[in-house]
Nanobody, 129 residues
Framework: QVQLVESGGGLVQAGGSLRLSCAAS????????MGWFRQAPGKERDFVAAISWSGDDTYYVDSVKGRFTISRDDANTKTTLYLQMDSLKTEDKAVYYC????????????????????WGQGTQVTVSS
């Protein structure tokens, strides 16, 4: 059974940091690009960051560039995705989801949620002022 399980969310003051993790299991994800999306109340699910299958290429929405860092660990046939979030702002408050994008889509369009086949259940991030 394929599972993506996020953890690391919580409440933090503006300017603080959080590190999200996503443990992917049930199949091999080392050839999958991985991404983070977020959804604030009443809004659509938006792209935050993505990383290529090799880890060599990363992509960010402009609003998080320089503050968030995406990384992955594919050691021991398990894939774990991370999102280091620094200098958090109140507008970063949302439910954060990790997702896996199969290799058939190639490079490009990492921001498109329709290209991600597997999703986690989400973890809440709340930033207080």
């Amino acid at each position: 059974q394929v599972q993506l399980v996020e953890s690391g969310g919580g409440l933090v003051q503006a300017g603080g940091s959080l590190r999200l993790s996503c443990a992917a299991s049930g199949r091999a994800f080392s050839s999958f690009a991985m991404g983070w999306f977020r959804q604030a109340p009443g809004k659509e699910r938006d792209f935050v960051a993505a990383i290529s299958w090799s880890g060599d290429d990363t992509y960010y929405v402009d609003s998080v560039k320089g503050r968030f860092t995406i990384s992955r660990d594919d050691a021991n046939t398990k894939t774990t995705l991370y999102l280091q979030m620094d200098s958090l702002k109140t507008e970063d408050k949302a439910v954060y989801y990790c997702a896996a994008r199969p290799p058939l889509y190639g490079s490009g369009s990492y921001y498109n949620p329709l290209q991600y086949d597997y999703w986690g259940q989400g973890t809440q991030v709340t930033v207080s002022s």
